[in-house]
């Protein structure tokens, strides 16, 4: 069975800083590709970052978290993470993890999903 259980998350001031980690189980996490989305109420789901399976490759859009967050992995450890600097009231989500074998940005893709965990930052 694969589990993603992501952890991390908290209530921060605008301006700081939290660390994302997600850690797979019951998969080859080597084999797959490894992204963050999130959701804040009411709105749609959003792509934050993806890395490709050795971690070569990792993109992070949209521009509203480009240079603010960056993704990673130690396949070692089984772990994805997500480290988010200088947060916005805007970076308030719930912020999931997700694992296909394919690289993309599509939510509608992945085949594996965290449970997520919140992040809400203060102004």
């Known amino acids: 069975q694969v589990q993603l259980v992501e952890s991390g998350g908290g209530l921060v001031q605008a301006g700081g800083s939290l660390r994302l980690s997600c850690v797979g189980s019951?998969?080859?996490?080597?084999?797959?590709?490894m992204a963050w989305f999130r959701q804040a109420p009411g709105k749609e789901r959003e792509f934050v970052a993806v890395?490709?399976?050795?971690?070569?490759?990792?993109?992070a859009l949209p521009d509203s978290v480009k240079g603010r967050f960056t993704i990673s992995r130690d396949n070692a450890k089984n772990t994805v993470y997500l480290q988010m600097n200088s947060l916005k009231p805007e970076d308030t989500a719930v912020y999931y993890c997700?694992?296909?074998?394919?690289?993309?940005?599509?939510?509608?893709?992945?085949?594996?999903w965290g449970q997520g965990t919140q992040v809400t930052v203060s102004s």
């Open positions: 997700a694992a296909d074998v394919v690289y993309g940005m599509d939510g509608e893709q992945y085949d594996y």
């Open positions: 019951g998969l080859s996490f080597s084999s797959y590709a």
């Open positions: 890395i490709s399976r050795s971690g070569g490759r990792a993109a």
